[in-house]
């Protein structure tokens, strides 16, 4: 099995790697996010992509949401054969945070060394006004956004978008996103996957 996520202390370390965050339930995970997460990897010059899955996000429904424990291990086994490179981790159950500015902030306090990079598609960033804090998250860490059948025009004419429209960069600034410090975003070109955990869970499938 793949590295487990005991490989990322909860302490923190010294490493010095450019880190992509996805976070996200993972309910289950599917093709959309190793996608996301390897085209993340290639364009940005990323190190590593660190896959939050989440103990239980604010914005979504209890109803339907499978366990931490096997959304973790579904999670684990999909990214299994891609090493050290991507990691399903549980870290923000064991550092005791469930928002996204607190996840961020504690971060960076426990990795100095790293630089970390928010990743997401476009349909977090067109209801992430809804987020506790996100203008502080938009200071905290630059952020990449792959697109989203359905979600583009509303995530990049929405309020957060008109909010940070002057901290965009073209997509050819990608490789240097890592090391640019908050205040500052891309939307990556890439193809578009519909799939959702919602349509997924419905069908009665199991992890695309």
């Given amino acids: 099995?793949?590295?487990?996520?005991?490989?990322?202390?909860?302490?923190?370390?010294?490493?010095?790697?450019?880190?992509?965050?996805?976070?996200?339930?993972?309910?289950?995970?599917?093709?959309?996010?190793?996608?996301?997460?390897?085209?993340?990897?290639?364009?940005?010059?990323?190190?590593?992509?660190?896959?939050?899955?989440?103990?239980?996000?604010p914005l979504k429904p209890v109803a339907g949401m499978a366990p931490a424990s096997q959304r973790l291990e579904q999670a684990r086994r999909r990214v299994a054969p891609f090493g050290r490179r991507i990691i399903a981790t549980d870290i923000e159950s064991r550092m005791g945070t469930r928002y996204t500015v607190d996840t961020i902030t504690q971060l960076r306090q426990r990795f100095p060394r790293a630089h970390f990079v928010w990743l997401m598609g476009a349909d977090g960033l067109a209801q992430m006004a809804r987020w506790r804090r996100w203008k502080r998250i938009m200071k905290l860490v630059p952020i990449a956004i792959l697109p989203r059948p359905g979600y583009n025009p509303a995530a990049l004419h929405g309020r957060v978008a008109r909010y940070m429209a002057s901290w965009r960069r073209p997509a050819r600034e990608a490789p240097v996103l890592a090391r640019q410090g908050g205040c500052v975003w891309v939307f990556l070109p890439a193809p578009q996957n519909a799939i959702s955990a919602t349509e997924i869970r419905a069908s009665g499938r199991g992890p695309a």
Wanted: net charge positive; proline share 5%; charged share 15%.
């Fill in 1 to 57: 099995m793949g590295a487990s996520s005991s490989t990322i202390p909860v302490h923190g370390d010294r490493r010095r790697a450019c880190i992509g965050l996805l976070g996200g339930s993972f309910n289950p995970i599917h093709e959309g996010h190793i996608q996301l997460a390897c085209r993340a990897l290639r364009q940005l010059g990323l190190d590593q992509v660190w896959l939050l899955v989440s103990p239980g996000n």
